[in-house]
C-alpha cells in the first residue's frame, strides 16, 4: 500500500505517461488544454488507471478519501508545471480529479451498511433536481471587537463559527465575509433505478446524491446517469429533534457521467454480431422478428407486424430551422375483453430497453408527465419526472387507456407529438424530454365493439389524441366455429408445453437476442430513396383524390404521411438496410391501409373516410344532417316549427336519399340535441 505522497508521485506519472494504443499521450494534452476551455476537472477512465498499476484498486476501494486526495494533489502538481498563472487564477483547491467507468458496481436496492466510506459506482435514472446553491466550505469571519479576521473550514455542509477570537479572545459574535469566503456549487439529486433493473412487483429504490463544483447541473429529470461516489451518512432525527441511531445513506459524487442514447448500456459481443448480421441476411427476417412479438398470442398479424415497426422505430430528423420531426410511431389497440392487448402491452414493455407500463385509473396527469414536489429536507420546490419521461428514448405501454380521467390524458398530448414535457407549477417552469413511443390499449364505451357505431360511439376518445396515433387497430372477437377451435388448440397446446404453430413453422427469436439486435439495428439511419417517397406520396395523393368537390370525405391527413415514413424507415432498419426501399414503403402502405379499413371505413359510400374518427357522423352522414337541418329550416319559413316525423322523413326521402339512412341520421341529430321530439312523432329544431 503507497503513503500519500508516494501515491501521489504514482498518479503524476499516470497522468504524464500513459499512452493509449497507438502510442498517444491520453491526459497530458488535455491538462495542458484546460485553461482554455477554463476546466477545473479532469475525468480519468479507472480502467485506464488499473492497467497502469493494479493498486489503485485495492486503494480507490479501500480508501478512497486518501486516493481521491493524492490524485487533486497530483493534478494540481502538474498543473502548477504546465500552467502556473492559471493554478493561481483560480486556487488550488478547485481543481478536481474525477474518475469515470469505475469497476465497483453496486445495484441501488444492494446498498449496505458494508459500502459505507467506500466509492461506488450506481447508476439510475434522475428523478429529481434541487437548484444549485452556494455552499460554504470556508469562511472568513470579522471580530467585530478587534476587527482581525479568522478563517474557519466548514465541515460536513454544516455551518460553524469560532466561539471565540483567536487575537483578543473575546467571546464576541463575530461577522461572517462572504466575499472573502470559499463558496462551492452545491446541488442535490435523487437517483431512481432505472425500469430495467426493476425485479417485478418491488417498489422502486432511490438514493440521494450531492453534486459539488463543475459538475452540477449537467443532468436533468429523466435523464439515464452512472455516478462514481463515496458513501456517506447522515444520522435520522427524531420528530422532537433528538438524534436516533439509524443513518441515511447518501453518494458525495466525484464523476458522473449522462447515458443519452436509449441502448448504450447494451454489451454486443463479437458472438452476438456474427448472429445479428446472419439473421440480417436471412430473406424472411421480417417475418421472423414479427413471430418472436408475443409468440404466445395466437393471430393479431397486423398488430405484430405494427408493434414490430414501433420497437426499431424510424428516424428522428431536426430541420435546419430547429423544428424536430418525431421518429418514433405511436399505436393504439381498441378491442373486445379477452383478445390479448394486455399481454402483448406486457410482453412489449418487457422487452424494450426502457419499456413502462401503466394502467389507466392509477395514472394521472402528474404521474405520467413531471409533479413538482416540496423537498422534506430544504422546504423548496422541486421537479420530479413522471412516467412518460422516465420512459425517454423508450416505450410506455398504457393499458385501460379509456379509463384515464379525460384532464389527465390530455397530459399526453404534447408528449405524443412534440416529444416533450413542458410543466409551469408552483414557480417552475420547465420543459423535459420524453422522447418515447406510446402504446395504448383501450376497451370499446359498451363493453363490447359494436361495428354499427361509429368509433367516436364506441371509444370516446376526443380527436386531438387518436389523430397522434400512427395506426389504429380494431379487434373483434367474432363467432367462428373454424377460428375458435383454431384458437382452442393454441391455447391449449401452450398449456400442454408443446412449440406453438408459429413456431414450428418459422424459427422465433428468443426475447434477449431480439432486444440486442434491435440495439444493433438503432445505429443504421435509413434514407427514403426517391421510388419509396414516390409509393409514399401516389398513395396520398390518390386518397386525397376521394376528397375533390367538397362532399366526398377527407380519407387522409399530413399526419398520417409522415407516418407512412417513420414506418417505412422502421421495416428498412429492421434488415439493417442504410436506404428505405420501395418494398419498404408497400408494407408501410399496406399497414396504414388496413388500419384506416378498420377505423375509418365508410360502409355506405364504401370509402375510406378519416372523419368518422374526427366526428361521430361520415361525411356521407354528415351531408345528409345537412340536407335535413336546411329542410326543417324550409318548414319554419312556411311557419310550422314543429313537424310530423314521418313528414320530414318523406321530403328527405324525396330528394334522393334512403330512408334506413335518413331515419338513422334523425336519431344521431336527436342524439347529439340538434333536433329533439317535443312529443311523441313530432320533430323540432334546438333553437341557438
Not at 406453438?500 to 439495428?521: C, G, M, N, S, V
Amino acid at each position: 500500500m503507497y503513503a500519500l505522497d508516494e501515491l501521489q508521485e504514482r498518479i503524476e506519472e499516470f497522468l504524464r505517461s500513459f499512452r493509449d494504443e497507438e502510442g498517444n499521450l491520453v491526459y497530458l494534452p488535455r491538462i495542458q488544454t484546460m485553461s482554455l476551455d477554463r476546466l477545473t476537472s479532469l475525468s480519468v477512465d479507472f480502467q485506464d488507471l488499473v492497467s497502469f498499476d493494479n493498486v489503485f484498486v485495492e486503494v480507490a476501494s479501500k480508501d478512497p478519501d486518501t486516493f481521491l486526495r493524492a490524485a487533486n494533489n497530483a493534478l494540481v502538481s502538474i498543473l502548477e508545471l504546465e500552467d502556473p498563472d492559471y493554478v493561481d487564477d483560480m486556487e488550488r483547491r478547485a481543481f478536481k480529479f474525477r474518475i469515470v467507468n469505475y469497476t465497483d458496481h453496486i445495484p441501488l436496492r444492494a446498498i449496505r451498511s458494508k459500502h459505507i466510506g467506500r466509492l461506488i459506482h450506481i447508476s439510475g435514472i434522475m428523478m429529481r433536481a434541487s437548484e444549485v446553491k452556494p455552499l460554504l466550505v470556508e469562511a472568513v469571519f470579522m471580530c467585530r471587537v478587534c476587527g482581525s479576521e479568522i478563517v474557519q473550514p466548514q465541515e460536513d455542509g454544516r455551518y460553524t463559527e469560532p466561539l471565540q477570537c483567536d487575537i483578543c479572545q473575546k467571546k464576541t459574535p463575530l461577522k461572517l465575509l462572504p466575499e472573502k469566503s470559499r463558496f462551492v456549487d452545491w446541488q442535490k439529486v435523487r437517483i431512481q433505478e432505472s425500469p430495467e433493473e426493476l425485479p417485478p412487483g418491488q417498489m422502486p429504490r432511490s438514493v440521494d446524491v450531492i453534486l459539488e463544483g463543475d459538475i452540477v447541473d449537467l443532468s436533468r429529470p429523466g435523464d439515464l446517469v452512472r455516478i462514481t461516489g463515496i458513501l456517506r451518512t447522515l444520522p435520522d432525527f427524531s420528530r422532537r429533534g433528538g438524534r436516533l441511531a439509524t443513518f441515511n445513506v447518501y453518494v458525495e459524487a466525484n464523476g458522473i457521467e449522462i447515458a443519452e442514447k436509449e441502448y448504450e448500456e447494451m454489451s454486443i459481443s463479437e458472438e452476438d454480431e456474427r448472429q445479428i448480421r446472419e439473421l440480417a441476411d436471412d430473406p424472411y427476417v421480417h417475418e421472423r422478428i414479427y413471430a418472436s412479438i408475443a409468440p404466445s398470442i395466437h393471430g393479431h398479424e397486423l398488430i405484430k407486424e405494427s408493434i414490430a415497426l414501433l420497437l426499431f422505430g424510424g428516424v428522428g430528423k431536426t430541420l435546419p430551422d430547429g423544428t424536430r420531426l418525431r421518429g418514433r410511431s405511436n399505436i393504439l389497440i381498441i378491442g373486445d375483453p379477452g383478445t390479448g392487448k394486455s399481454q402483448m402491452l406486457k410482453f412489449v414493455a418487457g422487452l424494450a430497453q426502457r419499456g413502462l407500463y401503466t394502467s389507466g385509473k392509477g395514472t394521472t396527469a402528474a404521474g405520467l408527465t413531471a409533479a413538482v414536489v416540496r423537498d422534506a429536507d430544504t422546504g423548496a420546490m422541486t421537479l420530479e419526472a413522471g412516467a412518460l419521461v422516465l420512459a425517454d428514448q423508450g416505450i410506455a405501454c398504457i393499458d385501460e387507456f379509456d379509463k384515464m380521467d379525460p384532464n389527465d390524458r390530455t397530459a399526453i398530448h404534447e408528449a405524443m407529438e412534440q416529444h416533450t414535457v413542458s410543466i409551469a407549477k408552483a414557480g417552475i417552469v420547465a420543459t423535459l424530454n420524453a422522447r418515447t413511443s406510446i402504446l395504448a390499449a383501450a376497451n370499446p364505451a359498451l363493453g363490447r365493439y359494436e361495428p354499427s357505431l361509429s368509433v367516436q360511439d364506441n371509444i370516446k376518445l376526443p380527436f386531438t389524441i387518436l389523430s397522434r396515433f400512427d395506426l389504429i387497430w380494431i379487434l373483434v372477437d367474432t363467432v367462428e366455429a373454424e377460428k375458435d377451435r383454431e384458437l382452442a388448440r393454441f391455447i391449449l397446446g401452450m398449456h400442454q408445453r408443446q412449440r406453438t404453430p408459429i413456431q414450428e413453422k418459422i424459427r422465433t427469436l428468443h426475447p434477449d437476442f431480439l432486444r440486442k439486435y434491435i440495439a444493433y439495428a438503432s445505429r443504421e439511419n435509413p434514407v427514403l430513396t426517391p421510388e419509396a417517397a414516390e409509393v409514399i406520396e401516389n398513395f396520398y395523393v390518390d386518397l386525397r383524390k376521394t376528397a375533390e368537390g367538397g362532399a366526398a370525405p377527407v380519407p387522409i391527413t399530413a399526419r398520417q404521411l409522415e407516418s407512412l415514413v417513420r414506418l417505412a424507415e422502421a421495416r428498412a432498419r429492421m434488415a439493417l438496410r442504410p436506404k428505405v426501399t420501395k418494398e419498404d414503403a408497400e408494407a408501410a402502405v399496406h399497414l396504414m391501409e388496413q388500419s384506416l379499413r378498420m377505423v375509418a371505413f365508410d360502409r355506405v359510400t364504401g370509402k375510406i373516410d378519416i372523419d368518422r374518427l374526427v366526428s361521430k357522423m361520415s361525411a356521407s352522414q354528415r351531408s345528409l344532417s345537412d340536407t335535413i337541418i336546411k329542410t326543417m329550416r324550409d318548414f319554419e319559413t312556411e311557419g310550422l316549427s314543429v313537424v310530423d316525423e314521418e313528414t320530414l322523413i318523406e321530403r328527405v326521402v324525396a330528394v334522393g336519399h334512403p330512408r334506413d339512412r335518413v331515419e338513422d341520421t334523425i336519431r344521431k341529430l336527436v342524439t347529439e340535441g340538434i333536433l329533439f321530439n317535443p312529443r311523441a312523432g313530432k320533430i323540432k329544431r334546438a333553437q341557438g
